[in-house]
């Protein structure tokens, strides 16, 4: 439509006209990534899109651009996910948030993600507060959780990183680490093959207990029995035998000279 009235022939009676207008992306018939502005085109249905988004009449402008943005979120962890750790081992956890976005015309993303971590702090003491990388994204402990928020501008990555050091085998919970973050208010779901949770076993054998050092009787306490008196009084029922024999043969041979 170029904004001017229809024209009715002589001797023909006025009718309704119908304009069925079609949308269009220019350039590509498909959706634009979140790396570029999202432009739409109307058209009289029948004719082709423009190439580009550029207004024909400043008044009756027939086309739009949103300029969109869009966070990728990641989480990772040294050692790496699956990894068994040990009692006094360190894992250092790594949020990432990436604005997708190279469109300079964007807004900045909003960021409101959570970490949970009830699973992990029940084997683990959280002995590195989390550290962001750029002031635009702030970081707060709260409880068994890690919020994040702030923005991020097209183009940009953001970083919190975080320390837990595993536990003593006494202090131990399931013997297994393993938290996912999410979107703030969403269930927090670890599924198959995502990059927004990490698992590790807590593996190896609880030391041994102390050995307990040998009591010492008190007074009027016999000390307990052991082998090491069998030998002296097996020595002296033997001497007493051999004393005895020599005596009986002395009676002996006295009594062979008297006679």
């Known amino acids: 439509m170029d904004g001017r009235l229809p ?9 309704r006209l119908t304009h ?26 029948g004719e082709a899109p423009p190439t580009t988004c550029a207004p024909t009449d400043p008044e009756r402008p027939h086309y739009t651009v949103n300029h969109v943005s869009d966070v990728a979120v990641t989480k990772s962890s040294d050692p790496g996910t699956g990894t068994a750790v040990q009692p006094g081992q360190e894992v250092t956890y790594t949020l990432t948030f990436t ?11 909003g960021v409101d993600y959570t970490d949970h971590m009830a699973d ?29 928020t702030g923005s991020i501008a097209p183009g940009e990555t953001r970083t919190v990183i975080y320390t837990v050091t595993v536990k003593a085998h006494d202090e131990l919970g399931n013997q297994l680490l393993g938290n996912v973050v999410a979107v703030t208010g969403e269930a927090p779901t670890c599924a198959e093959g995502t990059a927004l949770c ?40 033997a001497l007493l035998s051999l004393a005895g024999g020599a005596l009986v043969a002395a009676q002996r041979r006295d009594a062979r000279r008297a006679a």
Request: glycine share 8%; proline share 17%; net charge negative.
């Open 120 to 148: 992990v702090l029940d084997d683990a003491h959280l002995t590195a507060q989390p550290a962001t990388s750029h002031d635009d994204l702030t970081a707060a402990v709260d409880g068994d959780t890690i919020r994040v």
């Open 7 to 15: 024209t009715v022939a002589a001797g023909r009676r006025p009718g």
């Open 20 to 45: 069925t207008p079609t949308a269009h992306f220019p350039g590509d018939s498909s959706l634009p990534s979140e790396s570029s502005p999202l432009s739409k085109a109307c058209c009289p249905k």
């Open 99 to 109: 604005n997708r976005s190279t469109d300079p015309d964007a807004a900045p993303v």
């Open 198 to 237: 990490t698992e590790h076993g807590v593996s190896g054998t609880p030391p041994p207990g102390p050995t307990d050092p040998p009591s010492t009787p008190g007074p009027g306490r016999p000390l307990p029995s052991t082998g090491a008196t069998v030998a002296p009084a097996l020595t002296l029922v």
